[in-house]
């Protein structure tokens, strides 16, 4: 049920390397965010976001 939440709001990606280059976007909005002192809500706020898309990615990755 969670899944099928997230995909509708374009949270689902069909591929792990699709995951990836998410995971590096929201890694390069949380650096910015900490290097630009935006406040500590910001930077939580895309700490979320990172750890969110991290955890998609670990399960998005298939073991040969």
Known sequence: RAS???AAKGFDWPSSKECRAK??????ELE????????QTRIEEELGNEARYVGKQAFSIKAP
Do not use: D, F, R
């Open 4 to 6: 099928e939440k997230a």
């Open 23 to 28: 995971v590096l976007e929201e890694w390069q």
């Open 32 to 39: 910015s965010a900490i290097e630009q002192c935006e406040g």
